[in-house]
């Protein structure tokens, strides 16, 4: 006959109350039992001591027959310093997404990455090229005493409708300059 040392409930509807009991592993829950030993209110607050009532005694008995406890009376005996804690066993992965959503979310992620370091990449190539197209148009400029030019006008790159509007007012200031250069050079 294995022995069990676990919680038996009573109490009404939405109001549980177990007594922790010695019982055949085989008897049913709420049914047959040979011993109580304690008591379990989970209505209590934790802080109070009559939500755990469990007589050590009998408890080191049953334990020293081969009763085994459940996971819930073996964490009431835990902390009466009876037994030592269980380990806890492998948490159930209903919650987690399921196999193929699992895959998409993978998915996702490995698209991400992949354009965060293409775009680094890019990044990191454009700056060194950029950098090196402005130290030299530089010092041509100034010799020739030419305007600057924008340097996406050099290598014919298409320009974006901002940036053709900023070449046009930098244009027409410039002809708006000229034109009152001339009028002041004229009188």
Request: proline share 6%.
């Amino acid at each position: 006959m294995s022995l069990r040392i676990r919680l038996s409930r009573g109490g009404a509807k939405k109001r549980p109350f177990y007594r922790i009991v010695i019982a055949d592993s085989r008897s049913p829950r709420d049914g047959r039992f040979i011993e109580k030993i304690g008591t379990y209110n989970p209505m209590l607050k934790k802080e109070n001591p009559a939500r755990v009532s469990i007589d050590i005694d009998r408890a080191k008995h049953w334990l020293g027959v081969g009763a085994l406890p459940s996971e819930r009376v073996a964490k009431f005996l835990a902390n009466a310093d009876l037994i030592k804690l269980p380990e806890r066993r492998e948490q159930t992965k209903q919650q987690l997404p399921k196999k193929k959503a699992q895959e998409r979310l993978e998915a996702e992620k490995e698209a991400l990455a992949t354009k965060e370091s293409a775009a680094e990449e890019q990044a990191e190539e454009k700056t060194p090229a950029a950098e090196e197209q402005a130290e030299e148009k530089t010092p041509v400029a100034e010799e020739q005493g030419e305007e600057k030019t924008p340097v996406a006008e050099e290598q014919g790159e298409e320009k974006t409708p901002v940036a053709e509007e900023l070449d046009v007012k930098e244009t027409e200031s410039e002809k708006v300059v000229a034109k009152v250069e001339e009028d002041v050079s004229e009188k």
